[in-house]
């Protein structure tokens, strides 16, 4: 699907259209409230500035394809283009006919939203959110009040609370070790996104469930009543307190699977409070896993565990036999999913670059990734080097080649690059800040680093002092004809101009010329 974000405050509201536009809704409010707090940007951003209201819609499967060669038509989920492209025109319609003065006028506050199951669009005021949540550790209080007057109440209780505190815990680590487990399929894939990833959610869904059906069954017999229950969901109320507090557009995922598991607690009710549940946890499970690609599974493992304590009422007749055989056969589905997962491969990543220091003549191949089938025989003598990121840097020997021209001089206060035609990207970077930076007549701020995309080929910046020095790199697309052909499975890593390109580099020392160019066609 294409779930639906309103942007950021101050911009208007256009939330308030009197019925959901998209004939399949999907929009969270907790995702929205998530995307407040971190610094990423989106194309909405440069009107949201302008005091312009919008949505965002965009789709996030296929992880692996992002910002890749393998982002492709050829690629594209026609469902997910089909659902963006229903919600963009019904949402266009909406508001030809919508009197859209109203949403000139900023909201003073966000509401909480969230659909089901993509058929229905659910929004109240934020304004709802701690009425509801009062009403809710009411309902709990008056329920576990009447637990507790039962035989041992206070010892099923207590008991309860431990079990799930053990129970996410362990969730968490199994977690871990599945992320462990998985290092061999992330390895060289695309933002380490496993081909298999849906499958291996299902392997670690599965195998968290194994482990929570075991570990309550051994204990259902000892937690007798409701108490028990009412003990585990008490990690629930504080979680939803907490999210009243601190993130208001989050506390829908919580208070109705509360609600349900509360629910679940009268006669014959568990199993209808157990599918309301799943309605709201197993969505939001599924699109946390995708956003996060498995990399932080202890995450996912500990999520999976706390979602399945509301669904103990349903899981109850299920636990009291005190049989392996559910969690056996909830464990064989989950490798059953793994084996599926495994047996799913795609292309691998591969960085090679060509680099020429055109002040020494050095020339290098260049790698930000270990060797394999296509840059092992050119790093074979390869020497290891950190570039100040989480990626290694292998450098060895090139034969070096005919390149073009790239001319660096500081004139009469003038920073003047000639660069070569089809340049990519310039990047002109200094061992200190450089004051009195411009650009024509506008001035540019000190940096250590300035980077040009698609640079003119005469390049001309304001610059009084270069300081001690100056570092400029012009990166041409592809490799020299020396470089073998990358072989089939292999795509670009995406890290922009450290791949399949050519690197010219040259300094301009403090009190001097930069040497003479390299000659070349």
């Known amino acids: 699907p294409s779930p639906c974000s309103p942007p950021p405050p101050p911009t208007p509201r256009p939330a308030r259209l009197p019925a959901p536009p998209a004939p399949r809704p999907h929009a969270s409010s907790l995702m929205y409230a998530l995307y407040k707090t971190l610094p990423n940007d989106t194309d909405l951003t440069v009107f949201k500035r302008r005091g312009l209201a919008g949505l965002n819609f965009a789709f996030v499967g296929r992880w692996r394809h992002y910002h890749t060669a393998l982002d492709t038509p050829a690629n594209l989920d026609r469902r997910s283009l089909q659902h963006h492209g229903a919600s963009a025109l019904a949402l266009s319609r909406r508001l030809l006919e919508a009197d859209l003065a109203p949403l000139a006028v900023a909201a003073p506050a966000d509401g909480v939203y969230f659909d089901l199951a993509g058929r229905v669009l659910v929004h109240y005021p934020v304004a709802w959110v701690w009425p509801l949540t009062l009403l809710a550790v009411l309902a709990f209080g008056v329920l576990s009040w009447r637990a507790l007057g039962e035989p041992q109440g206070p010892w099923h209780f207590v008991t309860g609370m431990a079990a799930a505190a053990a129970t996410v815990a362990a969730g968490a680590v199994v977690g871990f070790a599945f992320g462990a487990l998985l290092e061999g399929f992330r390895a060289g894939m695309p933002h380490r996104d496993p081909c298999g990833a849906r499958a291996f959610e299902g392997a670690l869904a599965g195998s968290v469930l194994a482990l929570t059906l075991l570990g309550w069954g051994l204990l259902a017999r000892r937690i007798e009543g409701r108490a028990g229950i009412l003990g585990a969901l008490v990690w629930w109320v504080v979680l939803l307190v907490a999210a009243s507090a601190l993130l208001p557009g989050g506390t829908y995922l919580l208070l109705w699977p509360l609600a349900a598991a509360l629910a679940g607690l009268a006669p014959g009710a568990a199993l209808p409070a157990a599918a309301a549940a799943l309605l709201f946890l197993a969505p939001f499970w599924h699109s946390l896993s995708l956003l996060l690609g498995f990399s932080i599974p202890a995450v996912l493992g500990g999520l999976a565990a706390l979602a399945f304590i509301p669904l103990l009422p349903a899981l109850r007749p299920v636990l009291l036999p005190r049989s392996p055989v559910p969690a056996g056969a909830a464990l064989l589905v989950a490798a059953a999913a793994f084996a599926a997962g495994a047996a799913r491969d795609g292309p691998r990543v591969s960085t090679l670059a060509y680099v020429a220091d055109l002040d020494s003549g050095e020339t290098l191949w260049q790698s930000l990734l270990p060797a394999d089938a296509w840059t092992g025989p050119l790093l074979e003598n390869a020497t290891a080097a950190s570039p100040?990121?989480?990626?290694?840097?292998?450098?060895?020997?090139?034969?070096?080649?005919?390149?073009?021209?790239?001319?660096?001089?500081?004139?009469?206060?003038?920073?003047?690059?000639?660069?070569?035609?089809?340049?990519?990207e310039l990047r002109v970077t200094a061992a200190e800040p450089l004051e009195g930076l411009a650009l024509g007549d506008t001035p540019l701020p000190a940096t250590t680093t300035l980077v040009w995309i698609a640079p003119p080929q005469a390049v001309e910046l304001a610059l009084a002092d270069p300081g001690r020095g100056i570092r400029v790199q012009a990166a041409l697309p592809g490799l020299p004809g020396i470089a073998p052909p990358r072989p089939e499975g292999f795509v670009p890593a995406p890290v922009g101009t450290a791949t399949d390109c050519t690197l010219l580099r040259r300094s301009l020392e403090r009190g001097g010329p930069a040497a003479e160019p390299a000659r070349g066609p």
């Open 388 to 424: 100040g990121t989480a990626l290694p840097l292998l450098t060895a020997p090139a034969p070096a080649v005919p390149l073009p021209d790239l001319a660096v001089r500081h004139d009469a206060g003038r920073l003047v690059i000639d660069c070569p035609p089809g340049t990519l």
